[in-house]
């Protein structure tokens, strides 16, 4: 366990080095001057060198590389072109609503999933199976803005029960949440059942019915933890989707977050921002994984090093 | 409570599954008796039922299969007219069972510890940590070694073997009166199976329960059981005390069983093998199940379905050959003459 | 008379545990350690032993299914271990196996004439016109009817399905046919069918079987010569009614005393083994079976004992155990 720790952690690193160039690249590979790209068309060839050399465009490439790592292993993501504050602020501020945000979805996603699934493969071949998966297939293919459409023109405009936008208070939570964390609810809820028909086949089912167990023990204790381990891993997977899918719902709700001001700073070229805020959600991403691993092993006693 | 001297009294039991509109009579009129403190083996190949016969006494049988008549006395009361939390009550208790597959037959994710724990927190309310007191001593009666250290480990720690012996120890916690064994010994090595067959030999005389052993293997059952009885398509063809079967098989499909038993103790030049494949269940034969198989078939054979027919010894055999109604050849010896008859 | 067709000389095959931070090699399984054999023209040596004793492992490494760690396999005076991929291609028209469940080896997607016409087209067996007639010969010789030609797996009994693993492998006209555990799936009854034909194919095409099975009784049935092996190592090899009736090594001596003998009158003698068979990652040192043989001594912890053959063995038969004679006149008395 403790060898498979270090080993997966150690695994993390290239990964990390691989996100921190493609992050950095992408600078470099839109096409003309990157300087010339924010400076703006009508910019004067001295403004352009300015910009040049106060983003040190004029240093051989790795060696700007390697500046953007020392800096950001600093804390030091660069300078907002929009607004001239540091990256490192302007995304920390940001970080913890999106995080929030996620994190209330995933929840969601998790409570509402796990228990639709069993249920359903509880109740396989009946009609409640039947209605939870069209609601999951519904769930799935609803895109997470137009979701967030929908809610905000019912629940917010006609029945005026929700607020329309913002961040903070409880009520203004609650559809955001809901928009971005039904299609994970749904995945994870498919996900459940078919992983709960598979272990209720198997043969410790039997026997731990040929004990004498009641069946609703049968079904938490002895089938869910064995069910749950493919659903970790989808859990896991759930989480990047969301930070992906909180661009959206964070524009389409008005939320300051991380998301939002992704997209703001592409729209204002500001290059600094992009490259620190993608920085931070790829990390996270990747240590998010990283616990998803770990913990998957914990649940899995059975997998071997090799 | 009762002076039977049965332990389990099987009467027409039918279980079928339902399978796109058809039905499946996989155990198709079974009757049985299990006498106490006695082991009886039931013999058969795949798609026999012997399977689901011992799926049907646990109540184990889950849709869309369905026991849909008979009864099965223990102790005076019919099991099949008992509520699932009644039924809850005997498995694990007064019957147990212990299946083929040791590798999956345990739960990955729980200590074997907690595992036989679990059956005494069920079954007689202990607390988890008296329950795991209990097993360390279950461990030590089936023969483990080490078993303070073995309750902790994880079934994909121990051998097949073990794996079996943990099987047991569950199975025996609560010393039934019942032990149905499925294929005990089919996944392991001969030298495991035979230390698992001496084990359960054992263990039966100390603990004096009835056995139910299931099985393709008649060695395992010449080694083990007092009674044999012979399944084939879902019904009964021969039943008879162990020396009986061996020394005079009546029926048709037994004798041709055992001569198409390759003998690691005696030089066969051919095999008498039986001819064709078992009927599928869809295409069941309209007579006698085995006719289409069988060399000795004829005229009645093919029409009328044969009973459960009581012999002098006081056994009993499905076969037209030893009743009133036979009409083909009057001396002939389903034994001595297979060979001959086969090879027509 | 007798050529040995194949000829299997101090065959190695170790696989690699990687583990550790950096997946390193950190051990190895010995799974087949320095075995020697060779198969008659026309015979059947089948091997047998337990789950994990390499038997299996021995009959990919003749096929070079999986490459050998070191060793010299012979077949019909050519060293396999020396052929490049494309003429071990070829060679694989001579050597065919037959595996348990053919139907995890038959694409469940092609249909019998496909199955077989496949198997030609790789090894140019005959010119296409002529395939149908082949095909059909071929079902003929394994019990098949031609209504079953274009049938899928998926429509064939076990047994059946064993008949198209057994046509696979004869439409190429092999020499050489490893049976491995090709009818342990079987029930008894179509168990016997697939032995009668495996005997009855040999007699006609004089075809060499390497048979690899833990069932001694369907051993005794079809084999000339016999190797049982324990851990990766031979320990005894023979005429098949010498390592039945005559057995010197301690370990075949219990695994034949360990099967149960269908007939309620003969209660026999057991000698039951303590304990699992030892993992072949750190095998006991000396004679591997020293940790459960009821006769060990000292001598057995530390000496590997070689194959050898006593005044009391006939034939090719060899054991490799160090106490035969004092075991066979009774100055070593077992412990259990």
Request: aromatic residues 6%.
């Amino acid at each position: 366990m403790f060898v498979f720790t270090v080993r997966r952690i150690l695994q993390t690193i290239p990964v990390l080095i691989g996100v921190t160039i493609l992050v950095f690249l992408m600078m470099h590979l839109v096409p003309g001057d990157p300087a010339q790209v924010i400076a703006g068309e009508a910019a004067s060839e001295q403004t352009i060198q300015q910009i040049r050399e106060r983003l040190g465009l004029n240093d051989p490439l790795p060696m700007q590389y390697f500046n953007f790592i020392i800096n950001a292993l600093q804390g030091d993501l660069g300078t907002s072109i929009r607004s001239g504050q540091e990256v490192t602020s302007e995304v920390a501020s940001r970080f913890w609503v999106t995080l929030e945000l996620s994190f209330y979805s995933m929840i969601l996603s998790v409570f509402i999933g796990l228990i639709a699934g069993i249920i359903s493969a509880v109740r396989h071949y009946t009609w409640v199976d039947a209605v939870m998966m069209i609601i999951a297939l519904f769930g799935l293919s609803m895109p997470n803005f137009w979701l967030g459409l929908m809610l905000m023109q019912y629940f917010a405009i006609d029945l005026e029960i929700f607020p329309v936008s913002g961040w903070g208070s409880p009520e203004q939570l609650v559809l955001p949440v809901i928009a971005l964390g039904t299609a994970g609810a749904a995945i994870i809820a498919r996900m459940t059942r078919s992983s709960m028909l598979e272990v209720i086949g198997q043969d410790y089912i039997r026997t731990a019915r040929a004990k004498g167990v009641k069946e609703r023990i049968v079904i938490y204790k002895h089938a869910l933890k064995n069910a749950m381990i493919p659903v970790v891993t989808v859990i896991g997977l759930e989480f990047g989707t969301l930070l992906t899918g909180a661009v959206l719902t964070e524009t389409v709700f008005s939320i300051n977050g991380l998301g939002r001001f992704i997209v703001e700073s592409i729209q204002a070229r500001d290059f600094p921002a992009v490259q620190g805020s993608v920085l931070v959600v790829a990390v996270v991403f990747i240590l998010v994984n990283l616990l998803v691993d770990i913990s998957y092993r914990f649940l899995n006693k059975r997998i071997d090093l090799n | 409570m009762s002076n039977d001297a049965n332990a389990l009294k099987i009467s027409d039991l039918r279980t079928s599954f339902f399978v796109e509109g058809n039905e499946i009579k996989a155990v198709d009129g079974v009757s049985l008796t299990i006498p106490k403190g006695k082991t009886v083996g039931i013999v058969g190949e795949s798609g026999s039922g012997k399977s689901i016969t011992s799926l049907s006494i646990m109540r184990l049988i889950k849709s869309p299969g369905q026991i849909k008549h008979g009864s099965i006395a223990m102790n005076g009361e019919d099991l099949l007219q008992k509520s699932e939390r009644e039924m809850r009550k005997i498995r694990g208790n007064q019957i147990s069972m212990i299946f083929q597959e040791p590798m999956t037959s345990l739960n990955p994710v729980y200590t074997i510890g907690e595992q036989i724990s679990e059956v005494f927190q069920v079954h007689q309310g202990l607390s988890k940590k008296e329950g795991r007191a209990k097993a360390v001593e279950m461990l030590e009666l089936v023969g483990i070694p080490s078993p303070k250290e073995r309750v902790k480990q994880y079934p994909h720690e121990l051998s097949g073997g073990m794996r079996q012996r943990v099987m047991i120890a569950i199975a025996l916690a609560c010393s039934p009166e019942l032990l149905i064994a499925d294929e005990p010994t089919t996944a392991l090595d001969v030298t495991i199976q035979a230390q698992i067959l001496e084990l359960m030999k054992n263990l039966q005389q100390e603990l004096g329960m009835s056995v139910v052993l299931i099985t393709h293997d008649l060695g395992v059952v010449a080694e083990t059981c007092d009674y044999v009885a012979v399944m084939y398509a879902g019904k009964i063809v021969e039943y008879a005390d162990v020396y009986t079967l061996f020394n005079a098989p009546k029926h048709p499909y037994t004798v041709g069983l055992m001569q198409s038993l390759p003998r690691h103790d005696k030089d066969q030049e051919e095999l008498n093998v039986i001819k064709g494949n078992v009927p599928k269940p869809d295409e069941m034969p309209a007579g006698c199940r085995f006719a289409p198989r069988c060399p000795f078939a004829s005229e009645i054979c093919i029409n009328e379905l044969p009973d459960l027919i009581e012999t002098e010894d006081n056994n009993k055999v499905r076969c037209w050959i030893y009743s009133d109604k036979w009409d083909g050849n009057p001396e002939v010896n389903v034994a001595d003459d297979y060979k001959t008859a086969r090879s027509k | 008379m007798t050529t040995k067709l194949l000829e299997v000389n101090n065959l190695k095959q170790y696989f690699p545990i990687k583990g550790g931070v950096f997946g390193r090699t950190v051990n190895q399984v010995k799974a087949v350690d320095d075995i020697t054999f060779h198969v008659n023209e026309g015979e059947t040596l089948s091997i047998v032993g337990e789950s994990g004793c390499g038997k299996s492992t021995t009959g990919r490494a003749v096929l070079r299914l999986d490459d050998p760690t070191s060793g010299e396999i012979n077949f019909d005076g050519e060293n396999l271990l020396q052929l490049n991929k494309r003429q071990m291609r070829e060679k694989r028209k001579d050597l065919q196996i037959i595996f348990q469940d053919p139907y995890a080896s038959i694409n469940p997607r092609q249909t019998v004439r496909q199955v077989l016409e496949e198997a030609m087209a790789i090894q140019h067996v005959l010119p296409k016109s002529e395939r149908l007639d082949k095909i059909l010969e071929l079902l003929d010789i394994v019990g098949l009817g031609p209504h079953q030609l274009d049938r899928f797996p998926h429509e064939f009994s076990g047994g059946q399905r064993q008949r198209v693993g057994i046509a696979r492998a004869l439409a190429v006209d092999p020499k050489f046919i490893i049976c491995d555990e090709s009818v342990s799936a079987l029930d008894v009854s179509i168990q016997a069918q697939i032995l009668n034909l495996l005997k009855q194919l040999q007699r006609e095409y004089h075809l060499t079987y390497l048979f690899i099975a833990h069932d001694l009784g369907v051993v005794r049935h079809i084999s000339d010569r016999v190797a049982v092996m324990y851990l990766g190592n031979i320990v005894e090899i023979g005429e098949k009614q010498e390592i039945f009736d005559n057995p010197k090594h301690p370990y075949t001596k219990s695994l034949l005393s360990a099967i149960p003998v269908p007939d309620p009158d003969r209660k026999q003698e057991r000698i039951v083994l303590k304990g699992d068979v030892p993992s072949p990652i750190d095998p006991p040192s000396g004679c591997r079976f020293h940790t459960r043989c009821p006769f060990a001594t000292e001598k057995c912890k530390n000496e590997v004992p070689k194959l050898r053959k006593t005044e009391t063995m006939t034939g090719t038969h060899q054991a490799a155990c160090h106490y035969i004679e004092d075991i066979e006149s009774g100055r070593k008395q077992p412990n259990y």
